[in-house]
């Protein structure tokens, strides 16, 4: 198993010990600050610190944790999943700043695939997009990656309306504008589907593909229609 040395190790507790103490989303996660029994952390401690870091939805404690890791172990982390929701800290990172911005915990499921979904406050959106921004900055690039539900970070900004954060994705993180989920549904067709004429524009300004078809023989342009999204229908057509 990868392993901390013991400088990073004494990063990793200092800088939980600054996340619980200092952020003010800290009550989101409960952190065991207490110094490890030996001088190496196994590469499951460390994701359940990053993940524990990442909860706290700041993205200056995200950045400086992450930066003080070895090269090796944020590799690790890129290729580590959560349980059986098989998320990401991409994913994680979305999760965080939705829940610590709504009064009730937001399911990030595919319950409701194809169903409209309430814009997120934009202060979810900004502190999605920082947090994606940090992770990418300290190593952490999975940004293509899918979850059980089989959808990657980008499915879910384009689910929630985190336009910012779609943007941060495709930009900062270089994800696949036309990654397919389980339904073979782009992040373009989810925007068509939800009449988010936004989330289009910054989809078609990172090159998304309008000839893409799900498992149901569907392009973009028929989500627009199924929908009578008439922003979205025009924003193809220009």
């Not at 994913?91 to 399911?107: F, G, M, R």
């Amino acid at each position: 198993q990868e392993t901390l040395d013991h400088d990073a190790s004494d990063t990793m507790h200092d800088t939980l010990h600054k996340s619980t103490s200092n952020s003010s989303n800290s009550s989101h996660c409960v952190v065991d600050t207490a110094p490890p029994a030996d001088a190496s952390k196994s590469s499951s401690d460390v994701w359940v610190a990053a993940k524990a870091i990442v909860q706290t939805g700041a993205a200056d404690v995200v950045a400086s944790f992450f930066g003080a890791l070895p090269h090796t172990t944020r590799k690790a982390l890129v290729d580590t999943r959560d349980g059986t929701k098989q998320q990401t800290l991409i994913h994680c990172a979305l999760e965080a700043a939705i829940n610590t911005t709504t009064t009730t915990n937001t399911s990030i499921s595919s319950e409701e695939h194809h169903c409209s979904t309430a814009p997120c406050r934009p202060t979810a959106d900004a502190g999605a997009a920082s947090l994606v921004r940090a992770l990418v900055r300290g190593g952490v690039d999975c940004c293509d990656a899918c979850d059980a539900d089989g959808c990657a970070p980008l499915h879910i900004a384009c689910r929630m309306h985190l336009h910012d954060t779609a943007q941060a994705l495709v930009v900062d993180g270089k994800a696949d504008v036309d990654v397919q989920d389980s339904m073979g549904m782009t992040p373009l067709m989810l925007a068509c589907a939800r009449d988010d004429a936004r989330m289009v524009e910054v989809l078609l300004g990172a090159r998304a593909s309008v000839t893409v078809v799900d498992k149901q023989g569907y392009t973009a342009l028929h989500w627009c229609c199924a929908t009578n999204a008439l922003e979205c229908l025009h924003a193809l057509q220009v």
